[in-house]
């Protein structure tokens, strides 16, 4: 199976040249810019996280996802990700069922329960709720992408009876994946539910997740269900050197942390710090042969059929954004695609 390559992004506030915030709707428009160059560069799949906060953007991902539709050819939409429990699953499959018919079968929805709590009080949900939630909405948004006429009932939401939701998928149907930050209880969940794993590794080394992989494999079997593919999202940032790609990512991976982190209780990141997750976690920062080694790596060590490079990270300007695409597309994409190549089968099984 050749490996897929995508990208994905908050839609990050960034910088203007006077050093101030860039407008939310500007800052929208890059993003549209930046999902044109990916499809035109060769980029398989890109995602649009879902958040209603003021550093990111993007609230309404299916929105800038239907402009993309109109404006590329070939290259997946999808969200990173959708926050189901706060949304209605109902409205979720139609809006992404319609995005599906207009982009000629290329919406590709990633549903999760989001790391940002902002979405609750805004939508009139309660975080006490925030496994039933999911939970509920998940098992909804499964039978509607597989059965044509829907019956359930839950405490979340009201029942449907022998219903059929507008409009309805085509014969091929929708890929549909779930994002999962690494508990195997979620793990088991998207076996249950027959949908496709995108663990999402954000810090240390991803053979972390080995055990999670195995996991998956082994409810598969003991459900009964397909082997899917599985996926990963990772941040990272791709220049002409090394050296470069660090520099021009690490103050905005600073500020990034360090806003989050006064949010959360964390302390300040070091880029002592910062250098070892670019070395031996799950930064994939660097020249694109060296990303492209690392993505190879990762993608070998755990038998992955898409790799997603979280290619925002705080308020890196679009210029910076729409270079490190290029590269990714037209140099790490096909490097990274040889070096599995390359591998023998035992290599890639490892």
């Known amino acids: 199976m050749t490996l897929s390559l995508g990208i994905d992004t908050f839609g990050d506030v960034a910088l203007d040249a006077d050093g101030l915030p860039k407008p939310q709707d500007q ?132 029942g449907l009876q022998d219903q059929i939701v507008y409009p309805p998928l085509g014969p091929e149907g929708m890929t549909v994946w779930v994002g999962v930050g690494g508990s195997p209880e979620s793990v088991v969940r998207v076996v249950r539910h027959d949908l496709q794993l995108m663990l999402a590794i954000i810090g240390g080394d991803a053979r972390r997740f080995v055990p999670f992989v195995d996991l998956y494999h082994r409810a598969a079997d003991q459900l009964g269900r397909p082997h899917r593919p599985i996926g990963v999202h990772s941040p990272g940032h791709v220049a002409a050197t090394d050296e470069e790609a660090a520099e021009q990512f690490w103050p905005h991976y600073r500020e990034n942390y360090g806003r989050l982190g006064r949010e959360r209780g ?64 037209e140099k790490v994409i096909p490097m990274a695609r040889e070096m599995l190549a390359e591998k023998t089968p035992a290599e890639a099984l490892a």
């Open 27 to 158: 800052v929208l428009r890059d993003v549209v810019e930046q999902g044109v160059l990916a499809d035109q560069v060769g980029i398989d799949f890109i995602g649009l996280g879902e958040h209603h906060r003021p550093d990111f953007a993007i609230s309404a991902p299916e929105i800038v996802l239907a402009t993309l539709a109109g404006r590329t050819d070939r290259i997946k939409l999808g969200t990173a990700v959708t926050v189901l429990s706060t949304d209605d699953p109902v409205r979720v499959f139609e809006r992404f069922s319609t995005l599906n018919a207009l982009s000629g079968g290329r919406a590709e929805p990633i549903l999760g329960r989001g790391s940002f709590t902002e979405s609750y009080p805004l939508f009139g949900f309660d975080t006490a709720d925030y496994d039933q939630l999911f939970e509920e909405k998940l098992d909804l948004f499964a039978k509607l992408v597989k059965e044509d006429r829907v019956t359930w009932s839950g405490k979340t939401r009201s």
């Open 266 to 329: 964390w302390p300040p990141v070091a880029k002592a710090n910062f250098l070892n997750e670019i070395r031996h976690g799950a930064l994939y920062v660097g020249s694109p042969e060296t990303v492209a080694r690392k993505i190879a790596e990762t993608a070998g060590t755990l038998g992955l059929a898409r790799f997603d490079l979280k290619y925002a990270t705080g308020p890196m300007p679009h210029g910076q954004l729409m270079e490190s695409l290029r590269l990714y597309g």
